[in-house]
């Protein structure tokens, strides 16, 4: 294939950059018709499992994604679709085995994103072990020493500006009682300053 405008699609193959039309084309079928088939789907699944992989790299900018999705004809995608889509990509032959043991029913019926990643053991598994690895979010201890720092400074200059001497002493009585909780017990704390 020949360059694009796109330096980052460049990097892909002609197969590779094949499936990220074929998935845009599926997209406008998707909207275009009643009946939403499965296939269509994993065509989709697969352009975006490709500009993820492209987007996600490092160095690139945190809306690399979004943009390129975007750019790509994606755009209409929500943030739950597209990561069940990428789900589908990466486990595109065990729901392939899965959807074989259906009936033809169920089979038409359960072709969507969401039905898949609901009803397939093989993407249901993946889903609850990615759950159970992922590392409990914690604040960075960068941004709760802003956070602490703001309100320090919140807190110095209300109290700079009360002139009543004896509130200002309550206030600073008050701080250095908090500071002697969190103080090690080896360091005095200088009342004077």
Known sequence: MARTNQPLLDELTDQQRASVLEGADAIK????FRRRTFDLWMTVA?????????????????????????DNG????????ISRLLRMAEHETAIRVWRDTLTENKRESW????????????????????NQNKAPRTRKQKDAMLEIQ?????????????????????????LLAFARQFGKPSEPIDENS
């Open 111 to 130: 072709n969507s994103p969401t039905s898949i990643c609901n009803r397939c053991p093989a993407v249901r598994q993946a889903i609850t072990e990615a």
């Open 150 to 174: 703001k309100a320090l400074d919140v807190i110095g200059d209300l109290a700079y500006g009360l002139k009543d001497t004896d509130q200002r002493a309550v206030i600073k009585e008050q």
């Open 74 to 81: 994606y755009g209409t995608l929500a943030e739950g679709t």
């Open 29 to 32: 079928h998707l909207t275009d």
């Open 46 to 70: 697969r352009g975006v499992a490709l500009l993820c992989k492209v987007a996600d790299r490092p160095g690139m900018s945190r809306k690399a994604r979004k943009n390129l999705l975007k």
